[in-house]
């Protein structure tokens, strides 16, 4: 079973509805907030990346994965 977010004709209602002419004033958007540039917040990430890619592999993972092979 394959899981969607929107079916085929909700997207296609979604596309009419916004190339309609009276729709064009229905949804006012908001201007985007700017995102502070926070170099902390990558530098993190990577480091719990890293953490993870160091980290050694369970010797019961690689008996299981032994085993499928």
């Known amino acids: ?11 296609e209602r979604r596309r ?3 190339s ?12 985007r907030k700017k995102r502070a540039n ?9 480091a ?5 890619i160091n980290e050694d592999i369970p ?3 690689l008996d299981l994965l032994g085993k499928l092979g």
């Open 16 to 18: 009419k509805s916004a």
């Open 20 to 31: 309609s002419p009276d729709s064009q004033g229905a949804h006012e958007t908001k201007p």
């Open 1 to 11: 079973m394959i899981l969607t977010f929107a079916d085929e004709q909700d997207g």
């Open 59 to 61: 010797p019961d993972l």
């Open 48 to 52: 719990a990346y890293q953490q993870t």
């Open 38 to 46: 926070t170099p902390e917040v990558g530098h993190a990430l990577r």
